[in-house]
């Protein structure tokens, strides 16, 4: 495997290999004082991110770190881009200093994708960075599915023959297409949970079902996962008011109650407490995103070594 840009990029073997080695490096760092191990000693991971980010940056610096790779991190508000240079001439500028990874968060879709084309096209030695999509506009967050799944395994036991509701701006959430293909993917019933105003055209050919009303789907999930709404995204009015969204979308306490009792709740963050979510169901012993953010270190740990040192994984 030389890049992770897509899960479509992923066999189910190859997730499920990955989720492994996410749990291999999970125990190989329980009750360490000094969670550092040499793996990948010698190794430059540039993290080279367009749109602001605290989870997922800060998860891939710490997950290079604890491997004992260089970590450098780019911002474009810092950097040359500021001045005009172009995405092309960046990712020339990075591969040429020597990076080995270059994980990349662009506000356009497919900016990834054409950074591993160019770099592949500039190596004259035929080596080019490995390149991870760490979130691209619309498009798609392969690691934030990843380190989902790994939840769920966590505390469902299994992800197979599971029913997951994905509730929210679905329109908008790479997040929310990452983890239909891959839990799909992985055997999971999926149904997304939206007004028609944020569902996509063409989400029923995704292999999922699609819905509008969430009270009615409650009982029957194993997980919840609410989405952020991003209103960066939007151009105009999508829903009547943030009342109105958190009436008709909003995981309330009311609503945490008509969940199975084993059910989880998922958010990938940052979470809008007392509109998307509940306050008092954020901090339930139900919700897990905290449990989301410890494992997506591990879960980049298992991605930056299957790119940058090989494995078992042939995607």
Known sequence: MKHLLSIGDLTPDSAVDLLDE????????????????????????MTVFFENSTRTRASFEVAGKWMSADVINVSAGTSSVSKGESLRDTAATLHAIGADALIVRHPASGAPRQVARWTAEMAQDGVAPSVINAGDGMHEHPTQALLDALTLRDRLGGIEGRRVGIVGDILHSRVARSNALLLTMLGADVVLIAPPTLMPLGADGWGVTVAHDLDSELPGLDAVMMLRVQAERMRGGFFPSPREYSIRYGLSETRRRMLPEHAVILHPGPMLRGMEIGYSVADSPQAAPLQQVANGVHVRMAVLFRLLVGGQVDA
């Open 22 to 45: 996410a749990d291999r490096f999970k125990a190989a760092l329980l009750g360490r004082e000094v969670r550092k191990l040499p793996t990948l000693r010698g190794r430059t991971v």
